[in-house]
């Protein structure tokens, strides 16, 4: 069994044949991605499977690989996109099939089905943790009092804790409950709610060895740096955090780092159907952003003890979606294009050259 284990994916290798002890860290490789969006023309295609195909190869690289699932995942609503997202277990599937193993499910839709959407979520990812025993996910919870929980992740010899907190829930202006509870939600301009996860974050930083946020907020569509919203995620690396890893605004945004610590204020979209209506000339609109992201390849080394981490962003991976006249909305590689009909090869060659500067 654990070879099969060993077998299917590079990341749980050493979870299965290696104790965790301070003196046995290994590299350890994170690869982080944007949104995992569910528009009418993602989850309506015919096999999820075929959006990843062309990055599987850069996922089977790394232990870790981080996704925001955007979207409530139940068999028991029907499927819908926008506004109210709702997908069933397939989907998500697809995306752990493809090699992502570590979900954050905590955005501002995580409550469009109020709160049984929450909880039959909930009751979704555990079942799929079930069958697929090396996923890890954060950001909802089933009671109120389990305040972010952390997520410990043992892997390579390393304890890797992660939380995921959104800055705010849609439907919050409803009448009925939302389930607002069950969220960890966090508003970077409220100086209260961010004081209580700084001191959150100090009190389990030393029982990890690196540790995580992700953090769903910001203003879409901003392609430059938000200062306020910069200047919170720096005072997470201030209390603790290694990385920060930031989604929502739909784009990509200028990653930074701080006292040797990475902070992706946005990683974009990884899949959506954002771009679906764009034509092959029209590479130069602003609304092309919304197809193109990075992919963040992370890796950590232990040094020494004063400084117990060594970290490197070993590459940034450029990725955009197009849409494929059988398979619908897939993923490409910005530096393979020439199976592309001419048309697209210039529109992804233009793209490629506009996301260059967040290299």
């Known amino acids: 069994m654990w070879q099969r284990i060993v077998m299917m994916g590079l990341a749980w290798i050493m979870l299965a044949v290696i104790p965790l002890t301070a003196k046995q860290q290994y590299p350890l490789r994170l690869l982080f991605a944007g949104d995992i969006m569910a528009h009418d023309v993602n989850i309506t295609q015919r096999d999820h499977h075929r959006i990843y195909e062309r990055i599987k190869p850069f996922l089977q690289d790394h232990h870790l690989n981080f996704a925001n699932f955007e979207s409530v995942l139940s068999d028991q609503i029907r499927p819908q996109g926008y506004p109210r997202f709702s997908v069933g277990s397939r989907y998500a599937e697809a995306a752990i099939d493809a090699g992502f193993n570590v979900f954050s499910i905590a955005n501002n839709h995580s409550a469009d089905h109020y709160r049984a959407g929450i909880l039959q979520s909930l009751a979704s990812w555990r079942s799929l943790q079930q069958r697929y025993p090396w996923i890890r996910y954060a950001g909802l919870r089933s009671h109120p009092q389990e305040r972010w929980p952390m997520q410990v992740i043992h892997v390579q010899g390393w304890r890797v804790g992660f939380i995921a907190v959104t800055q705010f829930l849609n439907w919050q202006e409803t009448p009925v409950d939302i389930g607002s509870d069950l969220v960890d939600v966090i508003n970077f301009r409220n100086t209260a709610v961010v004081q209580s996860l700084l001191q959150y974050l100090q009190q389990v930083r030393s029982s990890v060895d690196v540790l995580i946020v992700s953090y769903h907020g910001g203003e879409e569509y901003v392609l430059q740096d938000e200062p306020q919203k910069l200047a919170f995620y720096r005072s997470l690396i201030d209390v603790g955090v290694d990385i920060v890893w930031g989604h929502h605004p739909h784009v990509l945004q200028p990653y930074h780092w701080y006292k040797n610590r990475l902070i992706i204020q946005s990683a974009g979209n990884l899949i959506s159907g954002q771009t679906w209506a764009l034509k092959s000339d ?9 197809g193109d992201t ?20 070993i590459k940034t991976i450029p990725i955009s979606t197009y849409r494929h006249p059988q398979y619908g909305m897939i993923l490409l590689h910005l530096e393979d294009l020439d199976w592309l009909p001419e048309a697209w090869q210039r529109f992804y060659a233009y793209r490629y050259e506009s996301i260059k500067k967040f290299q």
């Open 282 to 290: 029209e590479y130069a609109l602003e609304r092309a952003y919304t």
């Open 294 to 313: 990075l992919l963040y390849s992370v890796e950590l080394k232990a040094k020494d003890s004063e400084e117990p981490l060594q970290m490197q962003l």
